[in-house]
Structure formats: C-alpha cells, structure tokens
C-alpha cells in the first residue's frame, strides 16, 4: 500500500480556509444532502442519516489513505464550513488531475467556490507539480461555469453525453488549466 496523502490545511482568498474533513462537519452533509442537484453529482447520501453522514466523511478521510485524492472541506472566515473542494488523481499517470466542488445553498454568492477552486488549484500545479487539471460541467451550470472561469480555467470543449448524473448521461464542458509555468 502507498503511502497516505497528508490532506493541508490551505488558505484561500477573500478569508475562506480548506481543511481536512471532521466528523463534526455532519451539519454541512445534512444541507448538502437536502440540495437537489449535490447527491446528483456526488456521493453525498440523500436522505441524509447520522450514519449515512458519518460514512461519508469517512469516505472522504479514505480518499487520502488510498492515495485516491485529496477533499477538503471549505471553511468561511466566520469558522462555518460550507463546501467541499476535491483533487482526484486518478489520471495522475498520464500527468492530468481532475477536480469537483459544492457549495451548501446557505453560502453560495459569497465567493467561496472561486476561493477554493483557485487555492486547489494552484496548489496541485505549484506544490504538487501536476501538469493538467481538469473539470466537467454541465453547460446549463452557469454558477460552475463562472466559478472555473474566474479561476483560471479554460474551456476546451463539450463532452457529449460525458457524466452520468442521476439515472442519465449529460453534456458535460470540459475545462482545464495548465501548468505552464506558475
């Protein structure tokens, strides 16, 4: 087995903090779980038990143990965690890393998935020295849409029928940044 990953604390612009996740993050499942699109596009359990959420954040420490990827939880400057921002480095042989995001309903407008996004990902190209990110979004996601763009991503084209979400496949952008010399 390789080694775990050690998840950072990172901080980010506009007062937000990524931090590792902790079982008293339970409340952030819970709204995030009553969303109608996050358990869609996640594995945010929906309806939510205590168990169910617990086995979440579990998964999510599992991530760094496996070596899947690092999942941080997005904290706002006021101590409220209110997101997740993750680094999945499956595709990390072939030098490409892929990233996903949410933000409960309760903060979103605030700035905190560009933060986030942009403290990831900078991150992952100048620490880690990853030489690809890359994000799909549905084109209809326009607040996904502007979170990327405003991070630095560029659009590099339409994935037809390239996510499964929910019981169907859909459209999905395919957006990337670069490590071209950060």
């Not at 996640?42 to 143990?65: H, K, M, N, Y």
């Not at 799909?136 to 630095?152: C, L, Y």
Request: proline share 5%; charged share 25%; aromatic share 8%.
């Amino acid at each position: 087995m390789e080694q775990p990953l050690d998840v950072p604390v990172l901080d980010a612009r506009d007062g937000f903090t990524l931090r590792p996740w902790r079982l008293s993050d339970l409340p952030l499942v819970r709204e995030a779980s009553e969303d109608d699109y996050i358990p869609l596009i996640t594995t945010v359990p929906s309806p939510c038990t205590d168990a169910a959420g617990v086995a979440f954040i579990e998964r999510q420490w599992s991530r760094a143990t496996t070596g899947a990827g690092y999942t941080f939880v997005v904290v706002a400057s006021d101590g409220r965690p209110v997101g997740q921002v993750g680094l999945w480095l499956k595709d990390l042989a072939q030098g490409r890393a892929s990233m996903g995001y949410w933000v409960a309903r309760s903060a979103r407008g605030r700035g905190a998935a560009v933060a986030a996004v942009d403290a990831v990902a900078h991150w992952a190209l100048r620490t880690l020295r990853i030489p690809r990110l890359e994000l799909w979004i549905e084109p209809g996601n326009t607040a996904s849409v502007r979170t990327a763009e405003r991070a630095g991503f560029q659009r590099e084209g339409l994935l037809r029928k390239g996510q499964q979400v929910g019981d169907e496949r859909r459209d999905m952008f395919m957006y990337a940044l670069r490590n071209d010399g950060l």
